[in-house]
């Protein structure tokens, strides 16, 4: 029998996430709600110095007056903020010194999420900081960056070692009262990644950090500042998968990068929230602030690939401050079923000679929306700036919708500015192409939705890219062509 | 007082004034509180995100301007496309002025607004079309209360007008700041074709603001060729809505030529109610010093098998802002869809700024689809080439320019108009290239 429409749609429609699962580890879990005690209390368990408390409540009072964005092309409800817990952490946080002292259980939850600690440590020469509902628990290959002088530790970690770099960095890219949500993760985050490269070291391995959401209606609010010092170069690596749930989970992280002069950073994500089911109910409101700024010669690169949260709210954007520094963003990003994703990003030229390149593919099925929404701005210094912003959106049956909003702003009559974006569907002819050599129409999207992202998949480390490839196919497994 | 204050208290008088039929006031009563509620537009609605209106709106605007007829057609001549024979239907400080005018009722009417309202005869078109278009927008709301005068043209079924229509609106303002708020109505039936140029014209010092309306209903495979001459001096601001319903097989294009003015705003709507529609808009803008162009374009896709084309070129020079606000919507019905918009600028001067926003909204999936747009300068290989070969810079740099614009002038169907924008540009550049391209 023929492979029809129909039995795709039957198909898509029992797909179910994953890795959908609950790991039950004990947690030290605050009250609900959100008021200047919990922020103090938050500080506090944290043993947290004073200035680090005055910034949070600096944060918290800004929040307070701000209200909730909603420019954005998606429709939800939103969170009752006081209806959340801002802290949770697994009670038990020994520091090990090997895998075999981690509690068997949260070892177990890795390797169903095929994330296979000592696996990865061996074959892939990933150092992994696991952020397990926002402590850290783990963190290996740290004696082999010490000895280059790199720290990749935990924020909170940070903070107690080394305040004056988190003084001196925490808050320049994004400040606390940047928007609605940066301002909310800077009041009451709980933990994140931090990242220092020394002068002039290239850092020898991929550097790598888990993120999941474990506990029942607890928002995680992950805070990660990575600074690459002059001459230095990072690759960093962000992937999450999380658990099943029903009612809605909040996630407001905020990254920040610092690239000095002829420093590289390269930061690549690739992102699998729940999504929710085939019928819209629950899945993860992913609303995150990343920013980079680079100084002179500095290169920052933002590569995602987005499968998954039921809402997405996020623009990974590159500051040129100083000459000639280069800014990338290459993105997929997916939705199908009830999805919604508001994603792109932001390049603000004010150097001389600096150079952007954005690439966008957006990928619809289901009844899902996707938006593109990036700014490219030009300020009255930034002589000989260049850019090239390229957004591709591939249309999967016809209840999905694909949105296209750039922003163009050029105020420098040296610029040059190219910006093109299309929308298409999967052909039928491709299609029957490949159905003609023996390739069944479900593989054969799958190979040109592959081809379609090439670009992008390209930029990921190799590490990922596997992980990503497999992340696109699960998703779009079953989509109408 | 605040314009809008004096606005809202000014309507009263207006309407004892203009007592017409009572669908009509009618009308007028309903838009004026939607523009009570609404205000004049600010920056931080996402359409007027670039284009702000308050140093516009500061002057001490009247409403009722004086009659004036001692413009003589010798003084306005050269604001004519004079020679080819076309009907004109010319308006000073927004009143009629018939001794400039050539309108006719013959096979079509090409008329007055004021007319139209009044007359038993017009009745059933403008209770079918009049104000049916337009959606309800604050400044279209404004226009709508203080609707009284403007071009009526109304081509009956299987017609085709035999000559071009000329819609000019000049105003003196002699003794203060004026506002002028022309509302249009065309109506092309069936089979027919229609070509209109339109164009403002301030004679005077004072401050103006035209805030116009023109409504366009296209029917079955209908033709209709607009164009519009922005040229005013820079004490002249224009907010120019056009809105057209465009139904099966019809054929509407609009062409933009804004070289001038203070503040130009062309809001171009277009609705395709039918099955393959083509539309085109297509622009060209070259200013310089302080103005400011903003082309917010919508091309509404509802129906399947329909093409748009959008080409806005600019040049801006000195401290210019050009924005450029296009928005495609494709409706899940609207397969097959073909929609095109390019907006490409060139900024010559480090002053100038370029705002651009090509919008597209797509929720149907069979569809074709892309937008472009570039910000750059002029090839320094093109220009070497020709100075090479004795072409002076500013030549070569006029040259260039005009080959930028080319393809949009291409499409102008009207050969003297062509000649005329040519020219226009020629002036625009100080440059006299010999060419007519």
């Known amino acids: 029998m023929a492979y029809t429409e129909d039995d795709l749609k039957k198909e898509l429609d029992n797909k179910e996430y994953k890795y959908g699962f609950y790991t039950d580890i004990e947690s030290d879990t605050f009250p609900v709600g959100l008021n200047e005690d919990i922020v103090r209390a938050i500080s506090l368990k944290k043993n947290e110095p004073e200035w680090m408390t005055n910034w949070r409540l600096e944060a918290f009072k800004a929040w307070q007056e701000m209200i909730e964005p909603e420019w954005a092309n998606v429709h939800y409800k939103k969170p009752n903020f006081q209806d959340i817990s801002y802290y949770s952490a697994p009670s038990k946080k020994p520091k090990y010194d090997s895998l075999d002292e981690v509690d068997p259980e949260l070892l177990d939850t890795f390797k169903r999420l095929g994330i296979s600690l000592d696996e990865q440590k061996k074959l892939a020469g990933v150092a992994v900081d696991v952020v397990m509902d926002s402590v850290s628990v783990t963190t290996t290959f740290k004696k082999t960056l010490a000895e280059k002088g790199i720290i990749f530790c935990s924020m909170s970690e940070a903070i107690q070692e080394h305040p004056e770099l988190v003084k001196k960095h925490l808050g320049t890219v994004v400040p606390q009262k940047d928007n609605f949500y940066a301002a909310l993760n800077s009041a009451v985050f709980s933990d994140g990644s931090f990242c220092y490269i020394p002068k002039g070291v290239r850092c020898p391995m991929e550097l790598s950090t888990y993120f999941r959401i474990n506990q029942a209606g607890t928002g995680q609010f992950e805070r990660t500042l990575v600074v690459a010092d002059e001459g230095s170069y990072v690759s960093y690596l962000e992937g999450c998968t999380a658990p099943s749930r029903d009612e809605n989970q909040l996630h407001a992280a905020v990254v920040e990068l610092i690239a000095l002069d002829d420093a590289e950073i390269k930061y690549s994500t690739v992102q699998n929230w729940y999504p929710g089911n085939k019928e819209g109910k629950g899945g993860v409101y992913n609303f995150v602030t990343k920013r980079g700024i680079c100084e002179k010669n500095a290169k920052i690169s933002w590569t995602q690939v987005e499968t998954g949260s039921a809402v997405t709210w996020k623009y990974p954007s590159c500051i040129l401050k100083g000459d000639n520094s280069v800014g990338e963003f290459y993105s997929i990003a997916v939705t199908n079923n009830f999805q919604q994703a508001d994603t792109g990003t932001k390049m603000i030229h004010i150097g001389k000679n600096t150079k952007s390149t954005i690439i966008s593919k957006g990928i619809s099925a289901g009844v899902s929306q996707n938006s593109y929404r990036g700014l490219v701005q030009i300020n009255s210094k930034a002589e000989n700036a260049r850019n090239f912003s390229q957004c591709d959106s591939l249309l999967m049956g016809d209840k999905c919708g694909a949105h296209t909003f750039p922003y163009i702003e050029a105020k420098n009559k040296t610029a040059r500015v190219e910006h093109e974006a299309t929308t298409s569907k999967i052909g039928e002819d491709q299609i029957f192409y490949c159905n003609q050599r023996g390739i069944d129409t479900e593989k054969a999207i799958a190979l040109i939705v592959n081809g379609f992202s090439k670009e992008v998949l390209n930029k990921l480390p190799m590490e990922f890219a596997v992980e990503a490839q497999k992340l696109l196919e699960i998703s779009l497994e079953g989509s109408v062509g | ?437």
Not at chain 2, 64 to 88: Q, S
Not at chain 2, 129 to 139: C, G, H, R
Not at chain 2, 181 to 198: A, C, F, K, T, Y
Not at chain 2, 295 to 324: I, R, W
């Open chain 2, 1 to 437: 007082m605040e314009l809008k204050d004096k606005l809202l208290s000014s309507f009263l008088a207006f309407e004892e004034n203009v007592d017409m039929h009572t669908d009509i006031h009618e009308i007028r009563s309903r838009a004026i509180k939607d523009f009570e509620e609404m205000g004049f537009p600010t920056k931080k609605q996402e359409a007027w995100k670039y284009t702000s209106l308050n140093k516009v709106l500061k002057h001490d605007y009247t409403v009722f301007p004086k009659k004036e007829d001692t413009i003589d057609y010798r003084d306005v001549e050269k604001y004519f496309i004079d020679d080819i024979d076309t009907y004109k239907i010319v308006f000073i400080d927004g009143i009629y002025a018939s001794h400039l005018s050539a309108t006719t009722h013959e096979k079509i009417d090409a008329c007055l607004m004021s007319s139209a309202l009044n007359s038993s005869k017009y009745k059933p078109i403008i209770d079918n079309y009049f104000n049916t278009v337009a959606p309800k927008e604050s400044l279209t709301s404004l226009n709508t209360a203080f609707s009284r005068e403007g071009a009526f043209i109304n081509i009956p079924k299987n017609t085709m007008a035999d000559k071009p229509i000329q819609v000019i609106n000049f105003s003196t303002g002699n003794e203060s700041a004026l506002l002028v708020q022309p509302r249009n109505l065309i109506v092309v039936g069936e089979n027919s074709h229609v070509q209109i140029i339109e164009r403002h014209q301030s004679l005077t010092d004072h401050p103006v603001l035209t805030n116009s309306v023109t409504e366009i209903y296209a029917d079955k495979r209908a033709i209709v060729d607009y164009y519009k001459i922005q040229n005013d001096n820079h004490q002249a601001s224009l907010i120019d809505n056009t809105f057209i319903e465009q139904h099966r097989e019809s054929n509407c294009s609009v062409h933009t030529f804004s070289f001038g003015g203070n503040l130009t705003r062309n809001n171009l709507n277009f609705y395709q109610k039918g099955e393959r529609i083509d539309s085109t808009l297509k622009g060209i803008t070259v200013i310089g010093e302080k103005q400011h162009v903003d082309h917010n374009t919508l091309v509404h896709h509802m129906e399947p098998n329909c093409e748009s084309h959008q080409d806005y070129k600019g040049v801006f020079a000195e401290s210019s802002t050009g924005v450029f606000n296009g928005k495609i919507i494709v409706n899940k019905e609207a397969q097959k869809t073909n929609a095109f918009q390019a907006n490409n600028n060139i900024l010559l001067d480090d002053k100038a700024t370029i705002n651009s926003k090509p919008q597209l909204e797509i929720f149907a999936d069979d569809v074709k689809c892309s937008h472009g747009c570039t910000i750059g300068q002029l090839d320094d290989d093109s220009l070497f080439y020709l100075r090479s070969r004795g072409v002076p810079l500013k030549e070569a740099r006029a040259l260039l320019m005009y080959a930028f614009a080319n393809n949009v002038l291409e499409s102008v169907k009207i050969p003297e108009l062509k000649t005329r924008i040519t020219k226009i540009i020629a002036l625009k550049l100080g440059v006299n290239v010999g060419y007519s391209l």
